[in-house]
């Protein structure tokens, strides 16, 4: 079990190092949503923690996930997060949950395939790739670091460009007039 967080760490921070340069440039272009940003911090920099110290365990992982959802609940109550980053950011907290459980919990594997399909559904929604998760022991943690961490950037996108919306909206779906009315001939 610990094997599998660490190498799930591992592979998220190399995952979020590619994305490091652009998140940061972004972060100083435009006004953060700053209870947003909070918890996008939250996880990386608790992932990042736990695989500089080596506790990656499920323990280390499970308290970060808890103290997440903790502040997304009250960040949702407070509403200072609107229901888009909401749902978006409890996904990822639900997906690195079922990533990190433990198969003793699961014996017989009564889970194993709505875990499966459920990991599946994230990769594919967000890399477009379509792989069988359900057959490997390891879950596809690969892929799921990877796809998490996709995310976490479209949700550093989203805060980023949230105040913009309007105007980029005019900027890339203009639409042209319609063509003028031609002249019927009469005969």
């Known amino acids: 079990m610990t094997?599998?967080?660490f190498i799930i760490l591992m592979m998220f921070l190399f995952t979020l190092a590619v994305f490091a340069e652009t998140?940061?440039?972004s972060e100083l272009t435009s006004p953060p949503n700053?209870?947003?940003?909070?918890?996008?911090?939250?996880?990386?920099?608790?992932f990042k923690a736990a695989a500089i110290s080596g506790d990656g365990g499920y323990k280390t992982v499970d308290e970060l996930l808890q103290l997440s959802m903790v502040r997304l609940r009250k960040a949702k109550r407070e509403n200072t997060l609107d229901s888009v980053?909401?749902?978006r950011y409890k996904r990822i907290l639900e997906i690195l949950k079922l990533a990190i459980m433990d198969f003793k919990y699961d014996r017989e594997g009564i889970l194993s395939d709505f875990i499966a399909r459920q990991m599946q559904?994230?990769?594919?929604?967000?890399?477009?790739?379509?792989k069988d998760l359900a057959?490997?022991?390891s879950r596809g943690l690969g892929s799921i670091a990877q796809a998490v961490s996709f995310e976490l950037?479209?949700?550093?996108i989203y805060l980023d460009t949230k105040s913009n919306?309007?105007?980029?909206?005019?900027?890339?779906?203009?639409?042209p007039p319609p063509p003028p009315p031609s002249k019927k001939k009469k005969n």
């Open 3 to 5: 094997k599998k967080l």
């Open 34 to 46: 700053k209870t947003g940003k909070i918890l996008l911090d939250t996880i990386i920099s608790g």
């Open 23 to 25: 998140a940061g440039q």
């Open 135 to 137: 057959r490997t022991k």
């Open 153 to 156: 950037l479209n949700l550093h």
């Open 165 to 175: 919306r309007p105007e980029l909206v005019k900027k890339y779906f203009k639409v």
């Open 85 to 87: 980053f909401y749902r």
């Open 121 to 130: 559904s994230f990769v594919y929604d967000i890399t477009g790739e379509s």
